[in-house]
């Protein structure tokens, strides 16, 4: 009787096959991204030597083609929401460990996925070297799906280092590549986990159809036995998959309630062994399945996480060709600059090799071997024996034109613009102004108005047009320029001696409280900005008076000496001590009729630089031991009374004025620096009163931990 109900409802199931045939159209190609990012895992060494033969491989396109990367991210991201959204919705008891993984970090993806839509825009794609068929994508994320498809999600920096290095043997990537190697990487992870998920929801949703026809199976063989026939037969005329899911959870199910539910069970093992396979054979591949998905997804999760770890900055540098071709710097400061400055270097590298027929590392070769050739000349100017004065000063052009670089109109009219840019501005100005006062003296003209009614008007009209001008050239300069920051070196482990440097607060001292402040004020500094071979000073002066001495004044002197004492003492050290005080008396003026320091502020100064260069001591007293040794002080950082110097501040202004690009050089014809900076003056910005409660004041101020080197 079981072999017949068997038999009938297998003859069901061919009669629904047969059916379908005819009404159903073909389906569509299988999906060429099914199956998660995987080959044969490799070690190191065996990374090592696949990227030279991956190398060797590689054709690069003579034409652009579509950079789909970022459009399969969107599709990456709504079939990663779709895909946890029916896990989540999904029982709780009977979800997969992968699944568990998925749904615990589905908020770590969408933060990465936000990343790369950040680090790799839309047209930086664009300008990536392309593959040829049949990759038809990125050079660089064919590298990057690699490097994860070997190692099942997993990498770390020491395989993905070599694996690097062993590729550049046989070809270079661009600077370009190597920073967008990080984003690629997380498209790499977050396409394998998009396949998983796939995999994972409809896993799940087989073993919920699974869970659904027991339950009835189950319902029926409880209350209406005779119902279980109808029951099995609807099953087998639904068609069910025979995936691993669905016959792993539906022998699960059915196994160990007797001979009640064995004909379902019968009848599985049929259909299977239609296709050569057991329900044990199935079980096991399922198994499997679990184990393999769980571990591709936690791995593909803990490599997301290292990307964020990873320092990218030292990694590109260490790989870049163009890195190590600059770093051999005739002058010595590529490598002792600040990463910024290196940086800014690099790109100027990479846009001139957009614009020629030289590849980065040929640009690169040829700016050193022009510094090279200066630094062998004794007649050359001494900052062309650094790269940078071929790359962003003054030997750009020269650099341009042995090079052939062909820029485009806008950039020629904007190199134009900055060679007169007085000139470029004024004339802009009053182009603008006649141009709109033209205008609309002629529509005057034309409604009626009189030769001396428009002479009348144009002196009024061209002041308040010019002013609306001045306004629109403005904003259009601010807008369409991007601040050019100063090239420094990099002194955030340390201020050579060279440029021991000599914080100075010019103020006058009149109470105690006062000089509570001032002191206070200069261990602040001092804490932010600890650093060897840089020390901090009071200038000070009396408060006006109708006496060249006042009682108090001898008082206040002896307090000053006892708290820069103390000050010394909390934060002694061997060698000259961090803070000193230098103080003037007061001085006779003959027009005001009072006895004051001489020019107060600007004389304060005047006299420290006398003092500094052995030529005049204005100084009453100086306090502090080792004062000597600011003989050899190489530059003054002048803070007002009120001014706040932010945390490590002041090796980065150190840094600026110590590169060679803006060291000052002074023409002794024309008694003035030509080139170069003798003063840098840095952005000042508002710090907000703690005790402030309008909220003006917070709308309008900057932020007072910013300073900007300009």
Wanted: charged content about 20%; proline content about 5%; glycine content about 4%.
């Amino acid at each position: 009787m079981k072999e017949k109900l068997i038999n009938w409802l297998n003859s069901r199931q061919k009669g629904k096959k047969r059916q379908s045939s005819v009404s159903r159209p073909p389906t569509a190609a299988p999906n060429n991204h099914a199956g998660n990012i995987k080959a044969e895992l490799f070690s190191v060494d065996q990374m090592e030597r696949y990227g030279q033969r991956l190398a060797r491989s590689h054709k690069l396109a003579t034409r652009k083609s579509p950079y789909y990367l970022l459009k399969r991210l969107d599709d990456n991201e709504r079939v990663l929401a779709e895909s946890c959204h029916q896990l989540s919705n999904g029982k709780k008891t009977s979800m997969t460990p992968a699944g568990e993984w998925l749904l615990d970090n589905y908020y770590l993806i969408e933060e990465q996925i936000r990343v790369v839509r950040h680090h790799l825009p839309k047209n930086f794609g664009r300008g990536l070297p392309q593959l040829a068929a049949p990759h038809y994508c990125p050079r660089i994320y064919d590298v990057a799906t690699e490097a994860i498809a070997h190692g099942d999600g997993r990498w770390d920096a020491e395989t993905l280092t070599r694996y690097i290095a062993a590729y550049q043997k046989e070809a270079n990537l661009t600077l370009g590549e190597l920073w967008a190697l990080p984003g690629m990487l997380r498209l790499a992870l977050i396409e394998n986990l998009r396949r998983v998920a796939v995999e994972v929801a409809q896993a799940q949703q087989e073993r919920n159809l699974a869970d659904s026809w027991v339950n009835k199976m189950q319902e029926a063989a409880e209350n209406d036995p005779a119902n279980l026939i109808v029951v099995i037969a609807d099953m087998a005329r639904s068609n069910p998959p025979r995936t691993s899911a669905f016959v792993a959870e539906l022998v699960r199910r059915l196994q160990g309630h007797g001979t009640m539910l064995a004909l379902p069970l019968t009848w599985v093992e049929q259909r299977l062994a239609e296709v050569s396979l057991t329900s044990d054979e199935l079980i096991h591949r399922f198994n499997q399945q679990l184990a393999v998905s769980q571990l591709s997804v936690s791995n593909s999760i803990s490599g997301l996480r290292q990307l964020s770890e990873m320092d990218w900055a030292e990694f590109v540098e260490t790989m870049s060709q163009v890195d190590q071709t600059l770093r051999q710097d005739p002058a010595g400061v590529y490598p002792i600059m600040h990463f910024d400055t290196r940086d800014q270097y690099r790109h100027v590298i990479e846009m001139l090799a957009r614009h020629c027929a030289h590849t980065e590392v040929e640009v690169a070769r040829h700016v050193l071997n022009m510094a090279q050739v200066a630094a062998e000349d004794p007649t050359s100017d001494p900052r062309s024996h650094h790269i940078g004065y071929f790359l962003i000063d003054d030997g750009r052009p020269e650099l341009e034109q042995q090079l052939e670089v062909r820029l485009g109109r806008i950039t020629r009219l904007r190199h134009a613009l900055n060679q007169a840019p007085l000139l470029s501005w004024l004339g802009s100005l009053s182009l603008l102004t006649t141009a709109c006062c033209a205008v609309l003296l002629r529509h005057s003209h034309n409604s009626g108005v009189g030769w001396l009614g428009l002479t009348l008007l144009l002196v009024p009209l061209a002041i308040v047009i010019s002013q609306f001008v001045l306004n629109v050239l403005s904003e259009v300069t601010t807008r369409s320029r991007a601040p050019q920051p100063l090239p420094r070196l990099d002194f955030s482990c340390g201020i050579p001696a060279e440029f021991r440097t000599l914080v100075v607060i010019p103020t006058l001292i009149g109470s105690k409280d006062a000089i509570d402040k001032l002191v206070n004020a200069l261990e602040v500094c001092y804490l932010g900005n600890a650093m060897k071979h840089l020390h901090f000073a009071l200038l000070t002066d009396f408060h006006d008076h109708q006496q060249a001495r006042h009682p108090q004044d001898e008082q206040l002197l002896n307090y000053a000496r006892q708290q820069i004492t103390a000050l010394n003492a909390r934060y002694a050290n061997e060698g000259p001590s961090h803070f000193f005080l230098f103080h003037r008396d007061r001085q006779w003026n003959q027009q005001q009729g009072v006895w004051m320091g001489y020019e107060r502020k600007r004389g304060k100064l005047n006299a420290l630089n006398d003092w500094l260069r052995n030529r005049d001591n204005a100084f009453s007293v100086q306090i502090g031991e080792g004062k000597e040794v600011l003989k050899n002080v190489k530059y003054v950082i002048t803070l007002d009374s009120d001014t706040v110097m932010p945390r490590d501040c002041a090796h980065q202004l150190i840094a600026a004025m110590a590169h060679p690009l803006n060291q000052p050089q002074y023409d002794v014809s024309q008694q003035r620096v030509v080139e170069g900076y003798a003063i840098l003056q840095p952005r000042m910005a508002e710090e907000i009163p703690v005790t402030v409660r309008d909220g003006m004041p917070r709308c309008a101020a900057a932020s007072p931990a910013t300073i900007l080197i300009p």
